[in-house]
């Protein structure tokens, strides 16, 4: 299916039904890319991952990129973004949490895991609180990464090449609203060069 947004034309193809990932060619303009690489610049530090304590980030092996959230607030750029990914999600835009820009050096990787959130835990219950579960992940490639550094999916053996402009959709829940464990993903080890992303994550309700 192919769309437009102002001067943006974008082709979008679902590759897999379970879990249920869509990959948009052409999503960000190359300006749009590089202005939100230099936006994060300045605000990167070492990427943590949710503890089990309400409030709790840890440093992680696991995850060993740097990142920045960036907000959109101001920005009409940013949300000019945003609009393209409610057109497409029809997911309300006050439902996404601020932009999570990512830096991937050689050999950095984040190993599989999920983005919904465990209630069991007081700090998954926390977030749950702030605007329900993440049902929906969307991915924007910044750069070209040489060798490596793709989305992988390991429960539907997918893998998503990390090019610039380019970005993919999965999905977290089921239509039912029941997390999807064939979710799991992760970030593969960048071989050659860098990689750049952008995440935005999509809640049920509006993001606190």
Not at 54 to 79: C, H, K, L, Y
Not at 128 to 133: K, T
Not at 134 to 163: C, H, M, Q, W
Not at 167 to 177: E, K
Request: proline share 4%.
């Amino acid at each position: 299916m192919q769309a437009k947004e102002n001067h943006q034309e974008y082709t979008i193809d679902q590759i897999c039904d379970s879990p249920r990932i869509f990959t948009i060619e052409n999503f960000l303009s190359h300006e749009e890319c590089d202005y939100l690489i230099k936006k994060a610049k300045p605000n990167l530090i070492r990427s943590r991952v949710l503890g089990q304590a309400a409030g709790e980030n840890v440093i992680d092996r696991a995850r060993t990129s740097s990142g920045a959230f960036i907000s959109s607030r101001g920005d009409p750029i940013m949300q000019r973004i945003e609009k393209r990914i409610q057109q497409i999600t029809n997911i309300p835009i006050e439902n996404g949490e601020d932009f999570h820009i990512l830096h991937y050096e050689h050999e950095q990787e984040y190993l599989p895991h999920f983005d919904f959130f465990d209630g069991s835990y007081p700090a998954g219950k926390a977030c749950l609180a702030r605007g329900g579960q993440r049902i929906a992940s969307f991915i924007l490639y910044l750069n070209d990464t040489e060798e490596g550094g793709e989305t992988i999916f390991p429960n539907a053996d997918k893998a998503v090449s990390a090019v610039k402009g380019n970005a993919v959709l999965f999905y977290n829940c089921l239509p039912s609203g029941e997390v999807d464990t064939m979710s799991l993903h992760g970030g593969a080890p960048v071989k050659k060069g860098e990689k750049w992303i952008a995440t935005k994550w999509l809640r049920a309700r509006r993001f606190l």
